[in-house]
Every structure is written in structure tokens, then in C-alpha cells.
């Protein structure tokens, strides 16, 4: 059974600050793994969608990169802002299940 | 538009009560998921649907029941739920197949008194 764990499970840094969140899972049989933000009490926004043959993508300040092999990801946000702070997740889709991590509740601080 | 819709967004109602939620997409997605979240937890996956038709249940009790009446629109019927099903139910849709994105609704607050 996929498990999926986020590393570290809160963060809190000045505005500015370059950061780096971890994801790791068990299983390497994967389709793809997306990274996802939610605010409090609201859905999930997707940020990146990285599929099982890429190694990585960006979006603006976002770099999310995936080796499948060691059952590892990473998002790299650039230059932090407030408007950052919310809690990220990650979460792969195998065998016909789609699994999250925990989270990493990230505050950014004026 | 690469919006889900979900109604209501909040939702109160006894054990006995029978109530539906819904889902709606115009993104042409042919995959549509129902998630439950719990507090401070991730979402859990409970049902997909591909093309209309149910291809994953996730072990979910049955006072949960899903329906997808058309390519658009997923309801989840909900009866005799207990307290513990209170949570936050997402709803999702992609292309169908396991490479695409999902995109998520806003969900529904449930509460079960």
C-alpha cells in the first residue's frame, strides 16, 4: 500500500527566503505525483502536475522535480511572499488510487 | 474555465436526514472523483467515476451512494450518516486515465448532528 510522507510537517520563514518541500513515496509504481495548496477551509489548487517519465516542472516561482527511482520529490518556491502561506500537498496516483501526504504548513512572514 | 462547482458549500443534517451533494464541470473531463477530508488530515479518496461509469469504491460504507447523471455532473446521496462522517467532501474531475491533472472543487462542509 502507497504511503506518502511530507517532510518537515510546518515551516516558517521571513519573505524573501528561497524553500524547499519534500515528499517521499513507498511505492515507484506511479502515473504521476501533482502538488497541490490549500488554504484553510477552502479545496485544493493544483500547482504542478509532474507525470511519471518527467523529471520536473515549473510554473513561475514554483520547481517541482521527481525521482521516481527513490521514491522522492521536491518543490523549490523562489523568493517567498506572504500570499504563499497555506498548506502544501503532494499526493501520486498508482494502482487506481490517488494518495496524499500530511502537508507542509508553510507561513511566510512580512 | 478550469472551474468545479460544488453545492451546498455548507451542509448541516441529522442522522436521519437524507441529502445530496453536487458536483458540476465544464471542462469536458470524463473523470470525476469524490475525496473526504477530515480535519487537519489529507483527503481520502472515496469514489471514480470514468466516462460515466463507477471504476473505483473505496471500501466506502454504503449511506454514501454516488451518481453521475451525465459527463458533467456527480452527485454523492447521503443517508443515516453517522457524526464521524462530518468532514469536508471535495469533488474532482480530470481526463480519464492516470497521467492527467486534477482540478478540485471548493468542497462541502458537512455536519453531522
Known amino acids: 500500500k502507497q504511503e506518502v510522507t511530507q517532510i518537515p510537517a510546518a515551516l516558517s520563514v521571513p519573505e524573501g527566503e528561497n524553500l524547499v518541500l519534500n515528499c517521499s513515496f513507498t511505492?515507484?509504481?506511479?502515473?504521476?505525483l501533482q502538488w497541490f495548496r490549500q488554504d484553510p477551509g477552502k479545496g485544493l489548487t493544483s500547482l504542478l502536475l509532474i507525470q511519471s517519465s518527467q523529471r520536473e516542472q515549473t510554473s513561475g516561482r514554483l520547481n517541482a522535480s521527481l525521482d521516481k527511482s527513490s521514491g522522492r520529490s521536491t518543490l523549490y518556491i523562489a523568493a517567498s511572499q506572504p500570499g504563499d502561506s497555506a498548506t502544501y500537498l503532494c499526493?501520486?496516483?498508482?494502482?487506481?488510487?490517488?494518495?496524499f501526504g500530511a502537508g507542509t504548513r508553510l507561513t511566510v512572514k512580512p | 474555465d478550469t472551474e468545479v462547482t460544488q453545492t451546498p458549500k455548507h451542509l448541516v443534517m441529522g442522522m436521519t436526514n437524507k441529502k445530496s451533494l453536487k458536483c458540476e464541470q465544464h471542462?469536458?473531463?470524463?473523470?470525476m472523483y469524490w475525496y473526504k477530508q477530515k480535519a487537519k488530515k489529507p483527503p481520502e479518496l472515496m469514489f471514480v467515476?470514468?466516462?460515466?461509469?463507477?471504476?473505483i469504491n473505496e471500501s466506502v460504507p454504503s449511506r454514501f451512494s454516488p451518481e453521475c447523471p451525465n459527463s458533467s455532473l456527480l452527485n454523492l446521496h447521503l443517508h443515516a450518516l453517522q457524526p464521524e462522517d462530518s468532514a469536508l467532501y471535495l469533488c474532482?474531475?480530470?481526463?480519464?486515465?492516470?497521467?492527467?491533472?486534477?482540478?478540485f472543487g471548493p468542497g462541502t462542509r458537512l455536519t453531522v448532528t
Open positions: 499526493a501520486v496516483w498508482g494502482n487506481n488510487d490517488m494518495r
Open positions: 474532482a474531475s480530470s481526463s480519464p486515465g492516470g497521467v492527467y491533472e486534477q482540478y
Open positions: 511505492d515507484s509504481a506511479i502515473y504521476n
Open positions: 467515476y470514468s466516462y460515466e461509469k463507477l471504476s
Open positions: 471542462m469536458g473531463h470524463r473523470a
